[in-house]
């Protein structure tokens, strides 16, 4: 049975959701708190995370954030923003902080569980090295399984950074425009947020973002992403791929 764990402080909102999952064959826990939801994550293992943005002392947001940038085990658990935030620059917002889904009420029961059970598949793929990899500085990229390791910890990608980063590595070297990519990443975002994107990125691999040397800005046109060889950006050679058999 999977289990998610719910955090509003609208109890009646938070009861109603509870009471769905429940029916939907899901182990669903409610709190009302962001606090009350860090002591549950401590003590109990979730498959995903449904959350409010707006809540006193810590609102939606900053909890994300909290959690994406934990040490602890739970810091990869795959987390669904539910709000009455509808504009496009709160769900950038939002995926920019660590999100990996969004869904704005009023809501349709349909579509949450539709959702959740998409983002819960997706985190489910097996987290071990087989098929195409990409390394470029400290880090390794799994095409296969869309795991990016950094020595040898685990680095969590929100869907829209995952499939940032697989469009880049998959046409190492050869640049794309803002465009492009806003348009892979799938709802409609301006330059602004892509360059947001990219610099997010660059500190998750360890590129400097004032002298980035693995996602290279190209000039007049976007970015793209090379291998650094010897600790020197080497824009002649692709990125170096390895198969896993």
Known sequence: ???????????????????????????????????????????????????????????????????????????NVPAMMLTALSDIDDKVIGFESGFDDYLTKPFDPKELLVRLQAMIRRSSIPQHNSGEVLKFGECEFNLETGVLTKGSQTVHLSDSEDTLLRTLCKRPNQPFTREE???????????????????????????????????????????AITAEVGGISNDESPCIVKTNI
């Not at 764990?5 to 009646?12: E, G, M, P």
């Not at 009471?19 to 064959?25: A, C, G, I, P, T």
């Not at 691999?205 to 004032?210: A, F, M």
């Open 1 to 75: 049975m999977q289990s998610v764990l719910v955090i509003d402080d609208d109890i009646r909102l938070l009861t109603l959701v509870v009471d769905l999952l429940k029916r939907e064959n899901f182990e669903a826990i409610g709190v009302d708190s962001t606090e009350a939801g860090f002591d549950s994550l401590s003590s109990k293992s979730f498959d995903a995370i449904i959350i409010d943005w707006m809540m006193p002392i810590e609102n939606g947001i900053d909890f994300i954030k909290r959690l994406r940038s934990s040490e602890v085990g739970f810091r």
């Open 181 to 223: 990519l806003a348009r892979k990443i799938g709802f409609m975002v301006s330059d602004r947020t892509i360059d947001v994107q990219i610099t997010r990125m660059r500190k998750k691999i360890g590129d400097d973002p004032k002298n980035p040397r693995i996602i290279r800005t190209v000039r007049h046109v976007g970015y």
